[in-house]
């Protein structure tokens, strides 16, 4: 059995068939899902969808791209959604250096993402932190202000050495599609340095689809072929990755 540990299911290319997408994963042996929300709507919506579908579970935070969604009033209304029993991380948070090129407002990331990491320890929350192009600042961060705290980089895109000092934080690594794909880069290296008990799978969707299906709409189904993927690179069983990577979502998320 796999767990998708980080998806959006309730966007909108998910409008017409979320129940047959749901039953896909299902029959792929996709056990538990985790939706993340990247604005105050969004994390309303995927925790409705925690609600509606037992295998579905949720995570709450305002993403760095949708920093304009965030108030004086926001934590205080995440915090409200975090309490609610099938939410089980405070995310998706962090950093994203890729569109957003002006300084004063890569600061406001910075503090919008330093405000909700101090929620999840209020909340007694893990993390998903999301960090494109700013892997030095979300390092720095994450060592300053990440103690007590436990979480993922999804989509893990920095260094080995990098990812090696997150390990040290005792934070897991989420690997997605991109495993799959042939410029792939310096992942497949870190994956194989990854121990066993830091590393997650994800998908992402509806974005990243994994090869065979790049180009088309990602599903939890697919996190499989990550799975695979990672097998293969690891030299290991697909059985050993499903095994180690799904307690090791349970141990995080603490869904069992």
């Not at 890569?106 to 101090?118: A, H, M, V």
């Not at 990440?146 to 893990?156: M, P």
């Not at 794909?181 to 066993?196: I, Q």
Request: include cysteine.
């Amino acid at each position: 059995m796999f767990i998708d540990t980080h998806c959006h299911l309730e966007d909108e290319n998910f409008s017409e068939d979320r129940a047959e997408v749901l039953e896909r994963a299902k029959s792929a042996g996709v056990e538990k899902i985790i939706n993340f929300g990247s604005t105050f709507q969004s994390s309303v919506a995927v925790s409705e969808l925690a609600k509606n579908f037992s295998e579905l579970y949720a995570g709450v935070g305002i993403h760095p791209e949708e920093i304009d969604d965030f108030d004086e009033k926001t934590c205080a209304r995440l915090a409200a959604l975090a309490a609610e029993k099938k939410i089980v991380a405070v995310g998706e948070i962090g950093l994203d250096y890729h569109w957003e090129k002006d300084s004063e407002r890569r600061l406001i990331q910075q503090k919008i993402f330093i405000e909700q990491l101090d929620l999840a320890r209020q909340m007694k929350l893990p993390v998903c932190v999301h960090d494109r192009e700013a892997h030095g600042d979300t390092l720095k961060i994450l060592q300053a202000e990440g103690k007590n705290l436990r979480g993922v980089l999804h989509c893990y895109s920095g260094s080995l050495e990098t990812a090696r000092e997150v390990w040290k934080l005792g934070w897991f690594i989420g690997v997605d599609g991109p495993l799959t794909f042939k410029n792939s880069a310096k992942l497949p290296e870190v994956v194989k340095a990854a121990p066993r008990d830091m590393i997650l799978i994800e998908t992402d969707a509806p974005y990243l689809a994994p090869v065979p299906y790049r180009g088309k709409r990602n599903e939890p189904a697919y996190v499989v072929e990550v799975a695979k993927k990672l097998a293969e690179l690891r030299g290991e069983t697909l059985e050993e990755v499903a095994a180690y990577t799904t307690a090791n979502a349970k141990n995080l998320y603490e869904i069992f």
